[in-house]
């Protein structure tokens, strides 16, 4: 089968990403073979390409919101049929056995093993993942929609938790890409304001066209305090700012894996009267199943563009350059 590997981890205009053939992979007693169809592309990817994330094995296969069918299962795996529509996710096992997963916060395992980071990813024409690990996904959504819900979708909507924002509430968001724009649909769900803080035409032109409550560039102060806000940017100069918009007791959720270094902050304008800064680590597979109960709910629908498999390395160079908007999604055939 063919697979891209992140070879050297380099600026992605240097070409950090190689294509191979290799050999199919073997599901594990516990494992199912999916055939993939598509294959959503996130930032954390690009941070793993260009060396952001240290890479944990060389020549891994990134891509870890992949959409496929069943091909094939493991001597014990019975979670699901041949030939059923599965999506697999960035959390691709816990040890269960740790104290943050035997508390219930499996998303801070302390020997976690992640798709496209430790074991090869979606990049690819086939992967394989621990079933209990994998996902039904909603009828709503055909395979290139429901592909962004994987990553963006889920880490956004444990983010949006994290800002604990009450119905009805203010919430503010700081960036506006794959992951934020599925929220934002949540957030309107769930009838709150949501003023959207970002550079780029493309963000604000998305945000506008989901029906947000105001628009702005991402260091202007949003129209109302808010009560909640997300960082979504992976830019740590804009702590400060998001931590200045909150309204006391409000609390500022960093969606990232990865963010660049926050400036010094004043206690007194930036975290006194309660304010709160929290950061999002993974997700627990209760929020997976959560959010896609609600994304099935409410007919969440990511906006897309689409690129073939072996166009890979254009679509990150893409999303670097903020060339589209909402979220790329890979193709096979
Ligand atoms: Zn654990
Ligand atoms: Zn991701």
Do not use: K
Not at 20 to 36: F, K
Not at 51 to 66: F, Q
Not at 130 to 143: I, Q, S
């Amino acid at each position: 089968m063919q697979a891209w590997i992140v070879d050297t981890p380099r600026p992605i205009d240097d070409g950090p990403l190689r294509r191979i053939e290799r050999d199919r992979p073997e599901p594990g007693p516990t494992d199912i073979l999916v055939r993939i169809s598509c294959c959503g592309v996130c930032r954390t990817d690009l941070h793993l390409a260009e060396g952001d994330l240290p890479p944990r094995r060389r020549g891994v296969t990134p891509g870890h919101e992949v959409v496929g069918r069943v091909e094939a299962l493991g001597s014990d795996a019975g979670r699901f049929s041949i030939g059923e529509r599965v999506g697999v996710p960035w959390l691709g096992a816990v040890d269960g056995t740790c104290p943050y997963c035997r508390r219930g916060a499996e998303n801070l395992c302390s020997a976690p093993t992640f798709t496209g980071w430790d074991r090869d990813g979606g990049y690819a024409d086939f992967c394989v993942v621990d079933e209990g690990f994998a996902y039904r996904l909603p009828m709503t959504v055909d395979d290139e929609h429901a592909a962004p819900l994987l990553c963006a979708g889920i880490i956004g909507y444990r983010a949006w938790r994290s800002a604990d924002v009450p119905i009805g509430g203010r919430l503010g968001i700081y960036g506006f890409g794959g992951s934020a724009h599925i929220t934002a649909q949540i957030a309107l769900h769930m009838g709150q304001r949501v003023h959207v803080l970002t550079r780029g035409e493309h963000n604000q032109e998305l945000a506008r066209s989901l029906g947000v409550d105001s628009i702005g560039a991402a260091t202007d102060a949003p129209p109302e305090p808010l009560d909640g806000a997300i960082l979504f940017a992976p830019a740590g100069e804009l702590v400060p700012v998001a931590l200045r918009a909150l309204d006391r007791g409000a609390t500022l959720a960093i969606a990232g894996i990865w963010l660049s270094d926050i400036p010094a902050l004043n206690y007194e304008r930036e975290l006194f009267e309660e304010r709160r800064l929290r950061s999002v680590t993974a997700n627990t597979r209760q929020d997976g199943e959560e959010f896609l109960a609600l994304a099935e709910r409410f007919r969440i629908t990511p906006t897309t563009v689409g690129y073939p498999m072996d166009r890979a390395p254009e679509a990150l160079a893409d999303l670097e350059h903020g060339r589209f908007g909402g979220a790329a999604v890979l193709h096979n055939g």
